[in-house]
């Protein structure tokens, strides 16, 4: 005889949501924070710290390419009670120069002939997929 209890998929409810009003706001805001950290190297150093994740390239917010700035940057983080998944958007201009920017952080992605951008690190596969200047 077996015994336990059958439990129903929940719903996937938001465990966490980020919505910043453009990436242009958002470095302006860290821009800021070095200007009350009476720190003018801010940036930078920021950047720096990111070499810890890209093998030694740091990833410079100020050059970032191919992003449409005046956008909103957002993302959801959410469980069904069994897994735990992330949805993410950002405004894009081209898709292929923010990647190839991104590149040290995330490796070269792979394009499907779906349209679909595979990132794939030691860690995690990502899918991305452009529309309507949204990535």
């Keep these: 005889m077996l015994v ?20 242009e706001a958002f470095v302006a805001n860290l821009k800021f924070m070095g200007s009350v950290l009476d720190d003018a190297q801010y940036l930078g150093k920021l950047a720096k710290m990111t070499t810890q994740l890209t093998k030694g390239e740091p990833i410079d917010l100020e050059k970032a390419a191919g992003i449409d700035a005046a956008k909103p940057v957002g993302s959801a983080i959410y469980t069904d009670g069994q897994s735990i998944k992330q949805l993410s958007f950002l405004g894009v201009t081209d898709a292929d120069a923010f990647l190839a920017w991104l590149k040290p952080l995330v490796g070269e992605p792979r394009k499907t002939d779906a349209g679909v951008y595979e990132i794939a690190s030691d860690r995690l596969t990502a899918f991305a997929k452009v529309q309507d200047g949204w990535m």
Excluded at 4 to 23: D, H, M, R, Y
């Design 4 to 23: 336990g209890t059958a439990t129903a998929q929940e719903a996937p409810k938001p465990v966490l949501v980020i919505s910043i009003n453009s990436f």
